[in-house]
C-alpha cells in the first residue's frame, strides 16, 4: 500500500525570488496602511512629518518593488554581503529620485532587504520557513560582515543618534540578528493572535510591543531621551491598560498619536520593525 505522505505546511511552501519581493513591498504596504500609528506616516495623515505623505511612501513602495526580488535571488545565491549593500545603495538611489529626495524607506531597504536574503538563503538550504530558521541563515551568511559593518555606519543620522544616547544602533540590531524582530515583534505577533486578533488590531498590538522596548533612534534623534523614554512609557500603558483588545484602543493609540505630533515624534525604526514582521507572517515564517 502506497503511504499517504502529510499535506504541506505553509512553512513548506516555496517562493520564488518574486514572490519574497512581492511579500515585502506588501509589507511596507501593511505598515503604511496600520493607522492611527503614532506620530508616523499613514494613508490617513503625515504624522509628523511635514515633507512626506502617503502618496510619497506609495511612490517608493512602486520604486522599491524589484530591489526586493534582487536581493533575494542574491540571497538564493549566498552571494557576498558587498554584493548585498551594492544591491541596497544602488535601492536607496532609486527611493530618492522617486520621492524628490525624502528619506521614506532607507531603513526598510536595510532591514527589510537583509530578511528576503535570508529567507531566500534558508528555504535554497531546504530549510523550513520558521523565524528561527531565517534569523540562523542571516548570521551564518552575513553575520561575519554585518558586525564589521556596525563599526563604519556610525555617521549615518540614526548611527550618530544611537551613539550620542548610548543606544543600540540598526547596524548593532543587523548585527546581533535583529532581536527587536525575533525576540519581541514575532513573540507578540504569535500571542497576539493566538488571543484572537486579527488585522488592525494585531498590528497594532505588536506595534506598541515594539515602541515600549526598542532603541529607535528617530525617537531620541527627534526629542531626545526625554522623548524616547515618553514614548515608551505611554506605549507600556496603553499595554497595560489592555493593549488593542480593548474597546476604546484604537481613541487611546490616536490620542497618543496627537501627543507624538504635538513633540514631532516619529518612531521610524519601529516602523520597520513591524513591516519585517509583517513580511515573516506574509512568507508563511510564524507559527
Not at 21 to 35: I, M
Not at 100 to 127: D, K, P, W, Y
Amino acid at each position: 500500500m502506497r503511504s499517504i505522505q502529510p499535506a504541506p505546511t505553509r512553512h513548506d511552501r516555496a517562493w520564488s525570488a518574486t514572490g519574497i519581493g512581492r511579500a515585502a513591498t506588501l509589507a511596507l504596504h501593511d505598515e503604511l496602511c496600520l493607522a492611527p500609528k503614532p506620530g508616523l506616516v499613514s494613508l490617513v495623515d503625515s504624522g509628523s512629518h511635514d515633507d512626506m505623505d502617503g502618496n510619497t511612501f506609495m511612490r517608493s513602495l512602486f520604486a522599491l518593488r524589484h530591489y526586493f526580488t534582487r536581493i533575494a535571488e542574491l540571497g538564493h545565491a549566498r552571494a557576498p554581503f558587498s554584493a548585498l549593500e551594492q544591491c541596497g545603495l544602488e535601492a536607496e538611489s532609486r527611493m530618492l529620485a522617486a520621492t524628490g529626495g525624502v528619506n521614506t524607506h532607507r531603513g526598510a531597504i536595510f532591514m527589510l532587504g537583509l530578511l528576503c536574503a535570508a529567507v531566500a538563503a534558508a528555504q535554497s538550504e531546504g530549510a523550513p520557513l520558521t523565524p528561527g530558521a531565517v534569523r540562523a541563515a542571516l548570521m551564518r551568511h552575513w553575520g561575519k560582515p554585518l558586525d564589521i559593518r556596525r563599526t563604519r555606519t556610525s555617521s549615518l543620522p540614526g548611527g550618530v543618534a544611537a551613539r550620542r544616547f548610548g543606544l543600540r544602533s540598526a547596524s548593532e540590531e543587523a548585527a546581533l540578528g535583529f532581536p527587536a524582530v525575533f525576540e519581541v515583534a514575532v513573540p507578540s505577533w504569535v500571542q497576539a493572535r493566538r488571543a484572537g486578533l486579527l488585522g488592525a488590531r494585531l498590528k497594532l498590538q505588536v506595534f506598541f510591543e515594539i515602541l515600549a522596548v526598542l532603541d529607535d533612534a528617530n525617537l531620541a534623534r527627534r526629542g531626545g531621551l526625554a522623548g524616547l523614554h515618553h514614548a515608551r512609557s505611554l506605549a507600556r500603558a496603553f499595554l497595560a491598560n489592555g493593549g488593542a483588545s480593548r474597546a476604546g484602543a484604537v481613541d487611546d493609540a490616536q490620542a497618543i498619536h496627537r501627543d507624538f505630533v504635538a513633540r514631532q515624534l516619529s518612531p521610524g525604526g519601529c516602523a520597520d520593525t513591524l513591516a519585517a514582521t509583517c513580511f515573516l507572517e506574509r512568507v508563511g515564517a510564524l507559527p
